[in-house]
C-alpha cells in the first residue's frame, strides 16, 4: 500500500501564491519513485497535466503554467512540491499528486494518485 498524502491548497486572490506538497507514504522498507507530478481538473474539463519531475530531475510544464509555477521533489523523503505564483482564475482546480512506480518484484509499472485538494483562485 501507498498513499499520497497533500497539502497546501486553499483560497487566494489572482496574483497570489500557493504551495503543495505531496508525500509518498509507505511501509516498505526499500521504496523509490521514478516520476511525481501534479495534475489538475476544473468544472467540466478534463484532467491535465500541470507538471512533473523525474528522480533525475527532468521537468516537464504545461505552457499555461511556464514561467509560473516550479516544480521540485526530495528523493529521499519521496516527496513533490508545487510552488505556484503569480496565480490566475484559471487556475482554479483540483490538484491531484500522481507518483510513478516501476514494481521490479513483478515487472510492472504502478501508479498512485492523491485525493486532490482544491485550487482556488480568486479575481
Known amino acids: 500500500q501507498v498513499q499520497l498524502v497533500e497539502s497546501g491548497g486553499g483560497l487566494v486572490q489572482a496574483g497570489g501564491s500557493l504551495r503543495l506538497s505531496c508525500a509518498a507514504l509507505?511501509?516498505?522498507?526499500?521504496?523509490?519513485?521514478?516520476?511525481m507530478g501534479w495534475y489538475r481538473q476544473a468544472p467540466g474539463k478534463q484532467r491535465e497535466l500541470v507538471a512533473d519531475i523525474t528522480s533525475t530531475g527532468g521537468i516537464n510544464y504545461a505552457d499555461s503554467v511556464k514561467g509560473r509555477f516550479t516544480i521540485s521533489r526530495d528523493n529521499a523523503k519521496n516527496t513533490v512540491y508545487l510552488q505556484m505564483n503569480s496565480l490566475k482564475p484559471e487556475d482554479t482546480a483540483v490538484y491531484y499528486c500522481?507518483?510513478?512506480?516501476?514494481?521490479?518484484?513483478?515487472?510492472?509499472?504502478?501508479?498512485?494518485w492523491s485525493q486532490g485538494t482544491q485550487v482556488t483562485v480568486s479575481s
Open positions: 509507505t511501509s516498505r522498507i526499500i521504496f523509490s519513485i521514478s516520476t
Open positions: 500522481r507518483a510513478d512506480r516501476f514494481d521490479q518484484a513483478f515487472g510492472v509499472p504502478r501508479t498512485y
